[in-house]
């Protein structure tokens, strides 16, 4: 059973920063391609950014390029999202995935994502 875990949310001001970390259940799923994705109230969740298995390719949402970045460890079985020049619009629950066959290549559609984790709140206040 894959497990994702996420945790790192939390409360701050427009312009500070945060690190979400999704720790996965096993290291079979660190070969599998990461997303983080992210759903505000009364919003569809959208895409925030991925990573593929083997750590060489990796996207992003227009609305978050060169101001989050996203990285894994293998040997912590985790993977990180790291959110500097937050602003009050990225607002929302933040939920790590993981897909299955995506070792060279990353995923930005949520459909493709088989392991969801329960979300960490990012309340950013102006």
């Known amino acids: 059973q894959v497990q994702l875990v996420e945790s790192g949310g939390g409360l701050v001001q427009a312009g500070g920063s945060l690190r979400l970390s999704c720790a996965t259940s096993?290291?079979?799923?660190?070969?599998?391609?990461m997303g983080w994705f992210r759903q505000a109230p009364g919003k569809e969740r959208e895409f925030v950014a991925a990573?593929?298995?083997?750590?060489?390719?990796?996207d992003y949402a227009d609305s978050v390029k060169d101001r989050f970045t996203i990285s894994r460890d293998s040997g912590k079985n985790t993977v990180y999202l790291q959110m500097n020049s937050l602003k009050p619009e990225d607002t929302a629950v933040y939920l790590c995935?993981?897909?299955?066959?995506?070792?060279?290549?990353?995923?930005?559609?949520?459909?493709?994502?088989?392991?969801w984790g329960q979300g960490t709140q990012v309340t950013v206040s102006s």
């Open positions: 995935a993981a897909a299955k066959g995506t070792y060279f290549t990353v995923l930005t559609t949520s459909p493709g994502y088989t392991y």
């Open positions: 096993g290291r079979a799923v660190m070969l599998y391609g």
């Open positions: 990573i593929s298995g083997n750590g060489g390719n990796r």
